[in-house]
Nanobody, 115 residues
Framework: QVQLVESGGGLVQAGGSLRLSCAAS????????MGWYRQAPGKQRELVAT???????NYADSVKGRFTISRDNAKNTVYLQMNTLKPDDTAVYYC?????????WGQGTQVTVSS
């Protein structure tokens, strides 16, 4: 069984910063992709950023230059540093871990950006 525990969400003013963390535990394949998705009210879940085992990152256009994904493979942990936050970034952010056809999701953490 794989568990993903997220932390770091909260309320912040526009222009502020937050850092999300997601720690994975359980039977996890080492060469996994770890990443973040988000879902705003009334919208579909969308990709924010992902990172492969060897550090290759992929970002949604809407967050490029503002968000940075990183990971600590020894700790099975992925981070999302979010800077210059905008009200449009308000959403529930979900951690995702996948390899091949197998994937797991965290419970989600709320990020609210006030204008």
């Amino acid at each position: 069984q794989v568990q993903l525990v997220e932390s770091g969400g909260g309320l912040v003013q526009a222009g502020g910063s937050l850092r999300l963390s997601c720690a994975a535990s359980g039977s996890i394949f080492s060469r996994k992709i770890m990443g973040w998705y988000r879902q705003a009210p009334g919208k579909q879940r969308e990709l924010v950023a992902t990172m492969t085992f060897d550090g290759s990152a992929n970002y949604a256009d809407s967050v490029k230059g503002r968000f940075t994904i990183s990971r600590d493979n020894a700790k099975n942990t992925v981070y999302l540093q979010m800077n210059t936050l905008k009200p449009d970034d308000t959403a529930v952010y979900y951690c995702n871990v996948r390899w091949g056809s197998i994937e797991y999701w965290g419970q989600g953490t709320q990020v609210t950006v006030s204008s």
